[in-house]
């Protein structure tokens, strides 16, 4: 069993539909929980920093963190074609900077 | 300023040759990642640098990886007596400190015939 476990779609969505992308995680121990956008031949790009339990917001995204569960999502509203891309979670615990990351899931947003 | 920059973009060796692998972070940032991601796959960390040193070198495959920093900013990802199996893109990130936002560049696409 992996660490990290994320669905690698494809998610394909219509244009303003809010969308849901999840990781759940075996180690108990991961205090630090990051979301990051990868465009197709790109270097992942950084959306949602987010450290231990709770809810953050930034414009069209919300990233929770449910540790009970091991649970964490990610919410886009309004979505855009631009959004299209692949989303990878990563987290990693206290006092090591060794990042885990999901498979990622890819998101397609139809015009 | 600029961001992380990777070279080259891509690389065709063949088995069991030796290539090298150059990330140039961000101006200032003391911390420096590599990660290797295989096709459908999230990216699988390798080694992280504090300034100089490796401070954890646990996701380095073998001992055919091996990373320096020697002066605390450009890095290179060294492997040697390559196999297909190492084909995969090695990304690079970089930090302005430990635990911060890493900022990624755009990869080395490794092909190894």
């Known amino acids: 069993q992996k660490e990290v476990e994320q669905d690698p779609g494809p998610l394909s969505v219509p244009e303003g539909a809010i969308v849901s992308l999840n990781c759940t995680y075996s180690?108990?121990?991961?205090?630090?929980f990051m979301w990051y956008r990868q465009y197709s031949r790109k270097g992942p790009e950084l959306l949602m920093y987010?450290?231990?339990?709770g809810n953050k917001e930034d414009g069209r995204f919300t990233a929770q963190v449910d540790k009970s569960s091991k649970y964490i999502s990610l919410f886009i509203r309004d979505s855009q074609p631009s959004d299209s891309a692949t989303y990878l979670c990563?987290?990693?615990?206290?006092?090591?900077?060794?990042?885990?990351f999901g498979t990622g899931t890819r998101l397609k947003v139809l015009a | 300023g600029a961001g992380v920059s990777q070279t080259p973009s891509n690389k065709v060796t063949e088995k069991g040759k030796y290539v090298e692998l150059r990330c140039d972070p961000i101006?200032?940032?003391?911390?420096l990642y590599w990660y290797r991601q295989s096709l459908g796959q999230g990216p699988e960390f390798l080694i992280y640098f504090q300034g100089t040193g490796a401070a954890d070198d646990s996701g380095l495959p073998n001992d055919r990886f091996f990373a320096v920093r020697p002066e605390g900013s450009v890095s290179t990802l060294k492997i040697q007596r390559t196999e297909r199996g190492d084909s995969a893109v090695y990304l690079c990130?970089?930090?302005?400190?430990?635990?911060?936002?890493?900022?990624f560049g755009p990869g080395t696409r490794l092909l190894v015939l």
């Open positions: 990130a970089s930090s302005g400190g430990r635990g911060e936002t890493q900022y």
């Open positions: 101006s200032g940032h003391t911390a």
């Open positions: 180690n108990s121990a991961f205090q630090y």
């Open positions: 990563a987290m990693r615990p206290s006092g090591t900077y060794k990042y885990i």
């Open positions: 987010t450290y231990s339990s």
